[in-house]
């Protein structure tokens, strides 16, 4: 009888402060790429204004199958939807999705090769080529060839990519999609792939793992992993045909280049891009906004966030390795936020 | 599950099972490099702790002095307390290095002719998943044997003693009464095993790969489903990992089904005699 009255007045308790925390909860779900610059906005969002955010870092995939389902929010995706699951949620939720870029990510070719000490040079097509398993040895004429001056071992090179669907697996195929129609063929663009070669390793620090551990590997990380945990990386020649080290403004002015042929619903792809150090692996990562919400409290919150993402919570973008949004692009992000609606009311 | 993956079945049927491509890109899925994985790893990881396990469970049931049997029982049911991704990070910081620098080298130098210890050495593959598998499953196993061993009553073996026997053969009648439950906690292991997902996908490579040799990449199923299932997409993609599960399970429960007709016939074997 005791245990049992306890029980009644803890859950008694619980039930009273939760009503008094009632608040305004908004829930989303998606990409881990950007899992840490979000809580960061939604942490700094919710001192100043008290709406919280319950955002779950569950995947790209995972975001897109929520929105579609209708059960979040806002979703979040490192990959844009294809024109098929854009169809889908209209078809399940009778809205269109909008796509928000907010913040960028590059991603780098990280080595392991004791006897090199400078930053060697690599271009899409040698990559390619490596990925493919056609380039097998470090000393390869190809190599060679844009890296003179520098002796590279008589090594065979072990490729490393990750296991697990990613949407840096989605970013770094689709730039060797677009540098070699070999690859375009025979292995193409998406999150995981059929890998001609290799072994795999689980996220960022599986290939780093796989990296570090032998002598004569190569494999993808993101930008932002691959500085925390210094990494040496190569260079990458651009379309402009310059060699870019991979950094955030290298990578912001991929973004950059990509302005004037930016698609009116913001779902740009910016690898290979356009613009003289632009950083040719790159990707936006999106917040995936229902144009029309039911709910008027919830959409004029989601809004107000979005601006002020774009205002002030870009400024913490380059402090947690991330790279920020060109000036251009916030500009057609805000016009996109001021399109969102709620019950077919423009939002004040 | 059956449900989930329809349309994967729908489109495939069983070219599922027999092809071998699992191409996220042109949709086209087939499972059987991952099944085989999945088999080989396990299978070859109670091979190897078979014969290590039943040792160490008699040596701790029956000749073991208590002042060393206490804490060796300990440390046994710690080794199965210790979480896979440690397992995992112990394999790829301790375990690979080892197998890249020093196993595989010396294997494909004395055997490289066979076709198991062919290809470059890179440390992570089949042989180091079979590895880190085998020792995963021996604290399961022989903590369970050693209890089995000790629940076959004191008589038997004082019987077997004052028959003349010696120490050794009396444990072989013990260990003969005592054979259905060691064969549970084998199929108990081999479970663990086959389920196995975060430990084997840190060091086994993870190519959907059909080789003879133990050097190459490998897959297993488990590892497939937590991999590719966050940012499975598209609705075939998705249903295709369903059925994958749904494969699991099923080869789960034939392994179940004949671990029991074993038991069931040896019984009746026993029975009989």
């Not at chain 1, 690599?122 to 002796?151: C, E, H, M, Q």
């Not at chain 1, 290799?198 to 993808?220: F, M, P, R």
């Given at each position: 009888m005791k245990?049992?009255?306890?029980?009644?007045?803890?859950?008694?308790?619980?039930?009273?402060?939760?009503?008094?925390?009632?608040?305004?909860?908004?829930?989303?779900?998606?990409?881990?790429?950007?899992?840490?610059?979000?809580?960061?906005?939604?942490?700094?969002?919710?001192?100043?204004?008290?709406?919280?955010?319950?955002?779950?870092?569950?995947?790209s995939g995972g975001g897109i199958r929520q929105i579609t389902e209708g059960t979040v929010d806002f979703g979040a995706s490192d990959g844009p939807l294809s024109d098929e699951q854009l169809a889908e949620v209209k078809a399940k939720?009778?809205?269109?999705?909008?796509?928000?870029?907010?913040?960028?990510?590059?991603?780098?070719?990280?080595?392991?090769?004791?006897?090199?000490?400078?930053?060697?040079?690599f271009d899409g097509s040698v990559v390619a080529d490596i990925y493919l398993g056609k380039i097998t040895k470090w000393n390869d004429s190809r190599i060679a060839a844009l890296n003179p001056g520098v002796t590279l071992p008589n090594k065979a090179i072990l490729v490393a990519h990750r296991s697990d669907g990613s949407g840096t697996t989605y970013i770094f195929t689709n730039y060797l999609c677009k540098v070699s129609p070999e690859w375009k063929e025979k292995v193409g663009n998406n999150t995981s792939v059929n890998w001609p070669v290799g072994l795999g390793g689980k996220g960022n620090d599986g290939v780093a793992g796989l990296v570090k551990q032998t002598e004569g590997s190569i494999g993808y990380v993101e930008l932002a992993y691959a500085?925390?945990?210094?990494?040496?990386?190569?260079?990458?020649?651009?379309?402009?045909?310059?060699?870019?080290?991979?950094?955030?403004?290298?990578?912001?002015?991929?973004?950059?280049?990509?302005?004037?042929?930016?698609?009116?619903?913001?779902?740009?792809?910016?690898?290979?891009?356009d613009g003289k150090n632009a950083y040719p692996i790159a990707g936006f990562t999106w917040l995936l906004i229902y144009k029309d919400m039911k709910n008027e409290t919830k959409a004029a919150?989601?809004?107000?966030?979005?601006?002020?993402?774009?205002?002030?919570?870009?400024?913490?973008?380059?402090?947690?390795?991330?790279?920020?949004?060109?000036?251009?692009?916030?500009?057609?992000?805000?016009?996109?936020?001021?399109?969102?609606t709620s019950n077919g009311k423009k939002i004040k | 599950?059956?449900?989930?993956?329809?349309?994967?079945?729908?489109?495939?049927?069983?070219?599922?099972?027999?092809?071998?491509?699992?191409?996220?890109v042109q949709e086209i899925f087939g499972a059987l490099p991952i099944i085989y994985?999945?088999?080989?790893?396990?299978?070859?990881?109670?091979?190897?702790?078979?014969?290590?396990?039943?040792?160490?469970?008699?040596?701790?049931?029956?000749?073991?002095?208590?002042?060393?049997?206490?804490?060796?029982?300990f440390l046994v049911e710690l080794l199965a307390g210790i979480p896979s991704v440690v397992y995992g990070l112990w394999g790829?910081?301790?375990?690979?290095?080892?197998?890249?620098?020093?196993?595989?080298?010396?294997?494909?130098?004395?055997?490289?002719?066979?076709?198991?210890?062919?290809?470059?050495?890179?440390?992570?593959?089949?042989?180091?998943?079979?590895?880190?598998?085998?020792?995963?499953?021996?604290?399961?196993?022989?903590?369970?044997?050693?209890?089995?061993?000790?629940?076959?009553?004191?008589?038997?073996?004082?019987?077997?003693?004052?028959?003349?026997?010696?120490?050794?053969?009396?444990?072989?009648?013990?260990?003969?009464?005592?054979?259905?439950?060691?064969?549970?906690a084998t199929m108990l292991g081999l479970g663990r095993a086959i389920g196995e997902t975060m430990a084997v996908t840190m060091v086994i490579g993870n190519r959907?790969?059909?080789?003879?040799?133990?050097?190459?990449?490998?897959y297993t199923m488990a590892s497939v489903i937590a991999n590719e299932f966050t940012e499975a997409t598209s609705q075939l993609y998705l249903s295709s990992l369903i059925e994958l599960a749904l494969v699991l399970f099923i080869i789960t429960i034939i392994i179940n089904g004949l671990a029991r007709l074993l038991v069931w016939s040896m019984e009746r074997r026993w029975k009989a005699s």
């Amino acid at each position: 009888m005791k245990l049992r009255n306890v029980i009644a007045v803890l859950f008694l308790a619980l039930a009273v402060s939760s009503v008094a925390k009632a608040q305004l909860q908004l829930n989303g779900a998606g990409a881990t790429f950007p899992a840490v610059i979000y809580s960061k906005w939604f942490d700094e969002y919710k001192n100043l204004t008290g709406v919280q955010f319950n955002y779950q870092a569950i995947g790209s995939g995972g975001g897109i199958r929520q929105i579609t389902e209708g059960t979040v929010d806002f979703g979040a995706s490192d990959g844009p939807l294809s024109d098929e699951q854009l169809a889908e949620v209209k078809a399940k939720q009778g809205v269109e999705v909008l796509h928000i870029p907010t913040v960028m990510g590059g991603i780098v070719l990280s080595y392991n090769l004791s006897s090199v000490s400078q930053k060697l040079k690599f271009d899409g097509s040698v990559v390619a080529d490596i990925y493919l398993g056609k380039i097998t040895k470090w000393n390869d004429s190809r190599i060679a060839a844009l890296n003179p001056g520098v002796t590279l071992p008589n090594k065979a090179i072990l490729v490393a990519h990750r296991s697990d669907g990613s949407g840096t697996t989605y970013i770094f195929t689709n730039y060797l999609c677009k540098v070699s129609p070999e690859w375009k063929e025979k292995v193409g663009n998406n999150t995981s792939v059929n890998w001609p070669v290799g072994l795999g390793g689980k996220g960022n620090d599986g290939v780093a793992g796989l990296v570090k551990q032998t002598e004569g590997s190569i494999g993808y990380v993101e930008l932002a992993y691959a500085v925390q945990n210094k990494l040496p990386y190569g260079l990458l020649k651009n379309k402009a045909g310059n060699f870019v080290d991979a950094n955030f403004n290298t990578v912001t002015e991929a973004a950059a280049g990509a302005v004037k042929n930016m698609p009116s619903d913001l779902r740009a792809i910016i690898t290979d891009s356009d613009g003289k150090n632009a950083y040719p692996i790159a990707g936006f990562t999106w917040l995936l906004i229902y144009k029309d919400m039911k709910n008027e409290t919830k959409a004029a919150a989601l809004v107000k966030f979005l601006k002020w993402a774009m205002e002030k919570g870009e400024s913490y973008a380059s402090g947690l390795y991330y790279a920020p949004l060109p000036k251009q692009v916030v500009k057609l992000c805000e016009k996109k936020i001021a399109s969102i609606t709620s019950n077919g009311k423009k939002i004040k | 599950m059956y449900l989930g993956s329809k349309p994967s079945i729908e489109k495939f049927g069983w070219r599922f099972l027999t092809s071998s491509t699992w191409d996220p890109v042109q949709e086209i899925f087939g499972a059987l490099p991952i099944i085989y994985g999945t088999v080989v790893s396990s299978l070859l990881a109670l091979i190897i702790t078979l014969p290590l396990s039943i040792g160490v469970a008699i040596f701790l049931a029956e000749t073991a002095p208590p002042w060393l049997e206490k804490p060796l029982s300990f440390l046994v049911e710690l080794l199965a307390g210790i979480p896979s991704v440690v397992y995992g990070l112990w394999g790829i910081f301790v375990l690979v290095p080892f197998l890249r620098d020093t196993v595989e080298p010396y294997l494909s130098d004395k055997f490289g002719n066979l076709p198991f210890f062919t290809g470059a050495p890179y440390g992570f593959g089949l042989l180091a998943a079979v590895l880190i598998l085998s020792i995963m499953v021996l604290p399961i196993i022989a903590s369970i044997s050693r209890d089995v061993l000790r629940s076959v009553p004191q008589s038997q073996r004082e019987a077997a003693l004052a028959l003349g026997a010696t120490k050794w053969q009396a444990t072989k009648i013990v260990l003969k009464d005592a054979m259905p439950g060691i064969f549970g906690a084998t199929m108990l292991g081999l479970g663990r095993a086959i389920g196995e997902t975060m430990a084997v996908t840190m060091v086994i490579g993870n190519r959907a790969l059909i080789s003879p040799s133990l050097f190459d990449p490998s897959y297993t199923m488990a590892s497939v489903i937590a991999n590719e299932f966050t940012e499975a997409t598209s609705q075939l993609y998705l249903s295709s990992l369903i059925e994958l599960a749904l494969v699991l399970f099923i080869i789960t429960i034939i392994i179940n089904g004949l671990a029991r007709l074993l038991v069931w016939s040896m019984e009746r074997r026993w029975k009989a005699s």
